[in-house]
Each structure stands twice: as structure tokens, then as C-alpha cells.
């Protein structure tokens, strides 16, 4: 059986801004194990990228856990001081930020960047370093390395800057590698690449992988689990299948209903999801989804209902659900 990875229950984060408590996370509960591969959906702003950061101890001012616990690899993340982060940060968790060109240092080479990783992480000397950085750039299927080295990123195609990105993120062979909307400023024939490159390796060298997007295209062949979040909550996890096939919650639904699908032979119009996301700073009292939902009911507003669960692998945070559920064990009777 596969070892537990990542462990974080009962999250809660907020950025204490000037106009008042910006509720970002919202008691988030998420396991993973070793070798997994997650996939973290949701529209901007649900959440997806500030549980990530969290991971990594990297949340930005103003933002501060006030809640829960973060378990990765042995390492009680909420616990450990910048230092201690510091040591793990590459070496045991890496990230690839969603724009190559603002996370790559424009006044130094791409040689210079990946081996500094490598000699802040590791005991190797220059020249050591110098040949892990050759084989990484071949690892991630970048031609010339020798001469891609002394390059600098604005020399690069935004292709090649996002496998410089996973090249460093690599460095270390770390257990997660954290991918937020890695293929975001691509185009659709190097997206493809990207994703096939970041399985390939990730089968090489053994490592985890969550995959943040707001596009479910993305994980649908990629990612084992899907997590979907809305308003700094998970309404819905599943295995992939479960979460295509089987969708539970409306939201989930929506996103869903706003996938084109080429295989139709019918035009048929996309359904966006009418509505606005929700003003962080005064959260519905109960399901985030409700003011947005055709299917609300009124404890929809008041109250956010516990997770049904629907299979050992699914569950999902929905009233709907809970009523059917009374339907059923009553017969249909009120």
C-alpha cells in the first residue's frame, strides 16, 4: 500500500487586508500518497493556488494559517521556521509557477539558475553541478543544453522557458512537484508536450504531482484524483472517472457544461455559469456555490452541509444530496 505524502485537514488561511478578513481557505481537508497524481480544479480565486503555496510555507503577506495542520513527508509544515523551509523547499517539494518569463531572473544565464539549485540543495562542486544542469536540460528534452546554458530566458521560446522551470523544479528529484497552470502562456501543441513530459518523469524518478488548472481538459487523462473547490472549499472530490462521469455537485456540473465537445455531432451552445464569484470579505453563511446554483434551496444560504459520501474514493458537499438521501430512507415522504 502506498504511503500517505501530503496530509492537510482542516485548513483555514486569511489575508488580513486593510478592508477587512479576506477568508482564502476555509477548512480544506486533503490527503495524497505517495506517486499520486492530483489534480486541483476551480475558477480564480477558489483557492487552488494558496492551498499549494501553503505546502511550501510560501504563503504572501498579509495572508497567515489561523487553522488546521499541514503534514508533508514527515514535516509538520505549520510548525517549522523559515529556515527549516528553506530545506525542503526544492529539495523535498518543488513548484513550477504559472508564468516562466516573471519567475526566471532576467540578469543571469539559464545555467546560472539551475545550478544554484543544485548547490544550495545538494554537496556538489561547480563542475558537478554544471553537468547535473546538462543532463536535466536533456531530461527535459531541450536541444543544445551546452549552449542553452549561457542563454539568457529572454533568448528562450516560452516553451523552452517553461522546461528550464520544470528543469530547476527537478533539480533535486523532490517526492512533490507542485504544477500551478504550468501550460497557462502555451499554446495547445506545447501544452501537450509539457503534460507528456511531466508524466514521463514523473514515472522516471518515482516523484508525486499536483496538478492546479482551472481547466478540467487538463486533468482528465492526467490526474488519478480531482479535487474541485469553489469559495476556499472543496465541494467535490473524486477519482477522475467519478468526477466526469459522475458529477454530484452543480458546480462541478458547471464547469462540466462549459467544456465544448467536438465528438457532438449537434451545435450546441456552451452554459456558462451565470453569476459573479464570491466577495471573499463577506462569504455566504452556508454552500459558496448557492448564489450562483438554478437548484438552491434556502438552507442552501444559511447552512454549508456535510460531505456525503457517494463511494470510498467520492464525496461531495451538497443539500441536494443530503435531500435525497432523506427521500430515499423515507420513501419520498416529508
Not at 269 to 274: C, T, V
Request: some cysteine; hydrophobic content about 40%; glycine content about 8%.
Amino acid at each position: 500500500m502506498s504511503n500517505l505524502l501530503l496530509d492537510i485537514k482542516n485548513l483555514r488561511l486569511s489575508f488580513f487586508t486593510p478592508a477587512g478578513e479576506v477568508k482564502a481557505l476555509n477548512d480544506v481537508n486533503l490527503q495524497m500518497n505517495e506517486g499520486d497524481v492530483l489534480g486541483i480544479v476551480g475558477e480564480s480565486g477558489s483557492g487552488k493556488s494558496v492551498t499549494a503555496y501553503s505546502i511550501m510555507g510560501l504563503v504572501p503577506f498579509p495572508g497567515k494559517i489561523i487553522g488546521g495542520t499541514i503534514d508533508f513527508n514527515g514535516h509538520r509544515i505549520n510548525d517549522m521556521t523559515e529556515a527549516e523551509l528553506r530545506e525542503i523547499r526544492g529539495n523535498e517539494v518543488s513548484i513550477i509557477f504559472q508564468d516562466p518569463m516573471t519567475s526566471l531572473n532576467p540578469v543571469y544565464t539559464i545555467g546560472n539558475q539551475i545550478r544554484e539549485v543544485i548547490l544550495l540543495h545538494t554537496d556538489m562542486n561547480k563542475e558537478q553541478a554544471h553537468k547535473r544542469a546538462l543532463e536535466l536540460l536533456t531530461l527535459v528534452g531541450i536541444n543544445e543544453p551546452e549552449k542553452r546554458l549561457k542563454q539568457y530566458p529572454h533568448e528562450l521560446s516560452g516553451g523552452m522557458r517553461q522546461r528550464v522551470m520544470i528543469a530547476i523544479a527537478l533539480a533535486c528529484e523532490p517526492k512533490l512537484l507542485i504544477a500551478d497552470e504550468p501550460t497557462t502562456a502555451l499554446d495547445v501543441t506545447i501544452q501537450a508536450q509539457i503534460l507528456e513530459l511531466m508524466i514521463d518523469l514523473k514515472e522516471k524518478i518515482n516523484m508525486s504531482i499536483i496538478m492546479i488548472t482551472h481547466d478540467l481538459g487538463v486533468v482528465a487523462n492526467m490526474c488519478q484524483k480531482i479535487v474541485v473547490m469553489y469559495g476556499g472549499k472543496i465541494v467535490e472530490s473524486g477519482t477522475s472517472d467519478e468526477i466526469f462521469y459522475n458529477p454530484q455537485h452543480e458546480y462541478t456540473k458547471g464547469l462540466l457544461r462549459s467544456i465544448p465537445n467536438l465528438s457532438d455531432k449537434e451545435r450546441k451552445k456552451l452554459i456558462p455559469i451565470e453569476g459573479s464569484p464570491i466577495d471573499a470579505l463577506n462569504p455566504p453563511a452556508g454552500c459558496p456555490f448557492a448564489p450562483r446554483c438554478d437548484k438552491c434551496m434556502k438552507i442552501c444560504l444559511r447552512e454549508m452541509p456535510e460531505y456525503t459520501k457517494i463511494s470510498e474514493t467520492h464525496e461531495c458537499a451538497c443539500w441536494l444530496l443530503q435531500k435525497e438521501m432523506f427521500e430515499a430512507s423515507t420513501g419520498g415522504e416529508a
